[in-house]
């Protein structure tokens, strides 16, 4: 059977690229499986884009943002009917086990049903004016047309995350989906569109990031830029954008560390290392790539670890029985063998897995024996490097304040977590790690849409997702003075 071809929403019409040119979207756990065919875009079809996107602004700024959030709620009923189809396209597309795809269509769903509630509050502030028979406000206006670069591996929920507010704040969109997962995000604005969204508020351009991504981001009527990828991309981008003096939110890497202190509950914290650690097979910027164990524990830890490491099963997601699916790409393989040489060569032991996986039932995909690292170096390159696949390094610590010294001895600031149950340590923790999320007793992943989501250090540039973040990065504040005296009045001068 021919796969489906699928086309770029530009302007409410579903239209081929400029460029002629298309591309096979396949199936990390078995690249037989040709999921579609999708537009190979290039500047041409951006121009478009965000023609239509401006044109659009202009009537959709106007429409009353309860309005406006009615739709976005509808969106968020129609993808809960359609999340278990939903789910399935993106195991196939995107490889992670139907349990965590399942989970992905939900935070769409989630961040739908939080933003919906936006719309009737979006709220300003009515401040005393220094002059009397004055009035004072601050109002939140929308940005205009906001270009956005999602990657592959939330492939829903990312976008969700970055369409959904600035919708509701009154912003029409352009957006390019990581070439690897296009059909995702295709589902979330196909079901915008069934929601009533009006023609050209979403454009959907898919293809290559240089292609059309780039242009995205040097386009002078795109008003704001929002990123998720890789730290090298990102800083490219940021400078792009601060050229022409455009908002640019940047969400890139992390080299995320749960501590685990000798009181620890071993069994909670083993649970949460392998969720933390092998969950989206590593490839969360959120994701566990460091497991900093005090001394008296450590090796009855890393026994346990590496036990449970070694039996997780690896496999097709869209197979319930398998805990572990394959990584994106042939790319993302060779990054993680790749680091699996260096670890070796920098003295780590590798204790657990370390290979590409080679049986039958893994021929056609991409995917790796989940990875333990012990007697890892803080400062050697396997703890130092976001590495994005399976692979966690086990590094030994003397106490709490070596800990968090080893914890906050990093570029990045994404993620972070502790398991103790001594009170004092755990508030200690939240104040002294230098990170954008502390998780007590719990591991890094697992964000909520209505809390911040972001970091500091090289993780990203000070603007937060979910929650007010996105409201704050969607919307620019208006200072409104309304003098009603009737008479010319100066501020600072006449206040006497
Ligand atoms: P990437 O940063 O190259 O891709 C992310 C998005 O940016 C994609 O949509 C891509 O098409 C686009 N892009 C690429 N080059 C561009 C350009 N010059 N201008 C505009 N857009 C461009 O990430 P990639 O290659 O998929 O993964 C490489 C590494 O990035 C991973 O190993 C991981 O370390 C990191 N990464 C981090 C993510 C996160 O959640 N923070 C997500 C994906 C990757
Ligand atoms: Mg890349």
Known sequence: MAAKI????????WVESRSGQTYENLNPADTRDVIGVFQRSDKRDIDD???????????????PAPKRAEIIYR?????????????RDMTREMGKVLKETRGDVQEAVDTAYYMAGEGRRLLGATTPSELPSKFAMAVRMPVGVCGMIAPWNFPMAIPSWKLLPALVCGNTCVIK?????????YNLVKTLTDAGLPKGVVNIVTGFGP??????VEHAKVNAISFTGSSEVGRTIGEVAARSFKPC???????????????????????GVLWGAFGTTGQRCTAASRVIVQKGVYRQFADRLVYRAQRLKVGNGLDESVEVGPQINEQQVATTEKYVKIG?????KLEAGGKALNKPEHAYGWFFEPTVFTDVDGKSRVAQEEIFGPVISMIPCENFDNAIEISNGVNYGLSSAIYTKDVNRAFRAMRDINAGITYINAPTIGAEVHLPFGGVKSTGNGHREGGLGAIDFYTQWKAIYVDYSDKLQRAQIDTE
């Open 344 to 348: 070796k060569d920098e003295g780590a």
């Open 75 to 87: 969106a968020g009923q129609i993808l809960l009917e359609r999340k278990e189809e939903y789910a």
């Open 211 to 216: 292609d059309a991504g780039a242009p995205i």
């Open 6 to 13: 699928y086309k770029n929403l530009i302007g409410g019409e």
């Open 177 to 185: 989906p990581a070439e690897d997962t296009p059909l995702s995000t």
């Open 249 to 271: 939110s940047l969400e890139m890497g992390g080299k995320n560390a749960i501590i685990v202190l000798d009181d620890a509950n071993l069994d909670l914290a083993l649970e």
């Open 49 to 63: 884009a965000v023609a239509a996107a401006a044109q659009a602004f202009e009537k959709w700024r106007l429409v």
